[in-house]
């Protein structure tokens, strides 16, 4: 299986996060492309043109990094990356949906910075997004303590939205308002999986 990729992209890390979570690596090739150029091809393995995807040797590609994540996991059950037991699932969905969140209102704001110059940058667009990203990490250090335990598909989303932000977004300082968020991350960004997929 080829795992197409961009380092700087926070869902294509999620599912390398994942991968090597799940002790699978050695299945999967991970291939680096990039997506904006429209690499010719690209568009009949997902017919998104986005990373990640994953090309599967029976030809049924999967695309959407929630998916691809799920599929790893499904890989080797042993670790339990998606717990199904009563709550805990759905704390562990409920960190998927701000972790992607954050993503979605993220890259939003990127692309909307990289396409669109003064004066049609629209402002509002990147304004709602802030508010998304801020709402999402309140929410998400009010409920911090949920982030303890064994690795999860939860955490490793969180953690990747998290790191995206000190990526992409360094000068807005996310940690002072949130300390538990900030010292669960410490703990979580010293884990080979992410120390193995950190951006140039
Ligand atoms: N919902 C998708 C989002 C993936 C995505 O937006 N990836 C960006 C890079 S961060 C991309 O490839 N963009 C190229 C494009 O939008 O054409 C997922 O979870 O995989």
């Not at 197409?4 to 680096?32: G, Q």
């Not at 490793?156 to 538990?180: G, N, Q």
Request: negative net charge.
């Amino acid at each position: 299986m080829k795992l197409y990729h961009a380092a700087a992209s926070p869902y294509a890390r999620k599912t390398r996060v994942t991968l090597r979570e799940a002790n699978i690596s050695e299945l999967v090739e991970e291939v680096e492309v990039a997506p904006w150029a429209d690499p010719e091809g690209y568009r009949d393995i997902t017919p998104l043109g986005k990373v990640p995807a994953l090309e599967r040797d029976d030809g049924h590609n999967l695309f959407q990094s929630s998916i691809i994540c799920e599929y790893f996991a499904s890989l080797n059950p042993a670790i339990n990356l998606y717990p199904n037991e009563g709550e805990i699932r759905w704390k562990n969905l409920r960190q998927i949906g701000a972790g992607d969140g954050i993503m979605d209102a993220s890259v939003g704001i990127r692309v909307e910075n990289l396409f669109h110059e003064e004066p049609t940058q629209s402002h509002k667009f990147i304004q709602r997004q802030e508010v998304t990203v801020t709402k999402s990490l309140d929410l998400l250090e009010s409920n911090a303590d949920e982030l303890e335990g064994p690795v999860s598909a939860g955490q490793i989303a969180v953690a990747c939205a998290l790191a995206y932000r000190d990526f992409r977004f360094s000068e807005i300082e996310w940690r002072l308002s949130r300390p538990k968020l900030s010292q669960w991350f410490e703990s979580f960004y010293e884990r080979a999986s992410m120390q193995d997929t950190i951006p140039e």
